[in-house]
């Protein structure tokens, strides 16, 4: 992994932190806490870098929506060139409120309801990357029914070695739950190829997320290549390889953001020697560092020799500490230049509510801004309303620009699809 490319957004002036121009007070101020903010220009810059990269072969970026699909974000890669690449009706259906057309959709996800497969063919997707025989032979069926043919391509577990941050999100090794078993994937071509209103247009991978190494991308291109060639001898052409997302970004120390690079130097050659177009889908790479998660401090507290810092966000906007253990870097918006060694933990009821355990940071009172970094990704679409917590605002800052793109929850909102008086039916 070499040299950051990240742009940095959030600097200081003055001593208080900005996001792009604009000062983290004033967005607290207009949006309240707790709010993720999204900075646009670290986006358009990653994205730039990507397909900058890429640019020796035919590709195409389909940004993973699953890591943020805040409307703005995707109309934001939109206008840059980027496809996405959705895994549920829910995310088809917010990529087409964004304005992405079916030929800009990638759809994938293990576990695809019969509604879902027939929204994919009815929005003209691109691809439905398949993840059984089983999946394969519903697609047929339901395609047959509305006259057209499927799109098709054949997610396949390459069951390489993958070493990532953590167990939850590594997904390409022999017997995860993902893609087809590698040595199942001809069989599943076989049985295409007999099936009525399919088209085999490619092959897909997602070997994991928040990747050390690009190793696993080299392992699992040389187990594509295997297989691709054995389709060509079935009589196959291979339109789209699809190397999944998994570009890891650096959560503060000791990591550094991926070598583009370097990637690009890997992939190349393999994906030149299948003639086929590389189709990317990667998620926190766009997003991640463009966002913090701005928070205020309510109370400090001392128990059992340990200091605590309770802020006014938890469990409930970023699962990632308590979910992955992982790490955020958390920062005084207005530090005053003393340290303190604390646990930053929410207000949500369960000793697994934490932010940060144990972490040597700014010192911070009551009523202070506190910002969580690289929260852009995996932050506020995996947030929950649990403890009847609202959800939070989120904010797009643009230049010394700035608008509230997501309105936080109102108390309203939490109780809007309860029935008042529900109907009850006798069995
Ligand atoms: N493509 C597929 C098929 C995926 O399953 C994923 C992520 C991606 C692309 C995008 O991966 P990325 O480039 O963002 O690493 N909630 C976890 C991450 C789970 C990722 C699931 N799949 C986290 O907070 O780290």
């Known amino acids: ?13 003055d001593g208080a932190l900005y996001c ?19 900075s646009a220009s670290v986006i358009r810059d990653r994205y730039l870098k990507l397909t900058g990269a890429l640019g020796g072969v035919p590709h195409r970026v389909h940004y993973s929506l699953k890591a943020n699909s805040n409307r703005a974000v995707l109309k934001l890669l939109r206008q840059m060139g980027a496809g996405v690449d959705v895994v549920s009706g829910g995310e088809l259906f917010r990529a087409l409120r964004a304005g992405f057309s079916g030929r800009d959709i990638i759809f994938g996800g293990v576990g695809k309801t019969e509604r879902e497969l027939r929204e994919a063919l009815q929005a003209d997707v691109k691809l439905i990357n398949v993840e059984s025989e089983a999946e394969l032979r519903l697609l047929s069926h339901i395609a047959t029914e509305l006259g057209v043919t499927a799109p098709v391509g054949f997610r396949i577990n390459p069951e390489v070695a993958v070493a990532n941050a953590h167990a939850f999100i590594a997904t390409g090794s022999k017997g995860h739950k993902f893609g087809i078993p590698f040595g199942d994937a001809i069989g599943a071509v076989r049985t295409a190829l007999k099936l009525p209103n399919i088209r085999i247009l490619g092959l897909d991978m997602h070997v994991g997320s928040q990747l050390s190494t690009f190793d696993p991308y080299r392992a ?30 650096s959560y503060g120390e000791g990591a550094s953001d991926p070598d583009l690079d370097n990637y690009a130097t890997l992939i190349t050659p393999a994906i030149k020697a299948l003639g086929a177009e590389l189709l990317v889908e990667p998620g926190r790479f766009f997003t991640a560092a463009s966002g913090v998660l701005l928070t205020r401090v309510l109370y400090r507290k001392q128990s059992g020799g340990k200091t605590y810092v309770i802020v006014d966000t938890g469990m409930t906007e970023l699962l990632r500490p308590s979910h992955y253990s992982a790490y955020h870097l958390i920062e005084a918006v207005k530090p005053n230049g003393a340290r303190l060694v604390a646990d930053v933990v929410g207000p949500v009821c369960e000793t697994g509510d934490f932010l940060a355990l144990d972490r040597e940071m700014d010192d911070v009172a009551p009523g ?23 959800k939070a605002a989120e904010v797009v ?22 029935q008042d008086n529900p109907t009850w039916r006798t069995a």
Do not use: C, Q, W
């Open 1 to 13: 992994m070499g040299e950051g490319v990240l742009t940095d957004a959030y600097a200081r002036r």
């Open 20 to 38: 792009e121009g604009v000062p983290a007070e004033e967005i607290a101020r207009e949006a309240g806490t707790p709010a993720f903010v999204y």
């Open 220 to 249: 699992g291109l040389a187990r594509m290549a295997e297989l691709a060639s054995e389709m060509v001898a079935m009589g196959t052409t291979l339109k789209f390889v699809d190397i999944g997302g998994g570009l890891p970004v």
């Open 368 to 390: 202070d801004l506190v910002v969580i970094h690289t929260t852009g990704a995996y932050g506020y679409v995996m947030s929950s309303n649990y403890n009847a917590r609202p």
């Open 397 to 418: 800052v643009d230049g010394d620009r700035y608008a509230v793109v997501t309105a936080r929850e109102s108390y309203e909102d939490l109780v809007r699809l309860e």
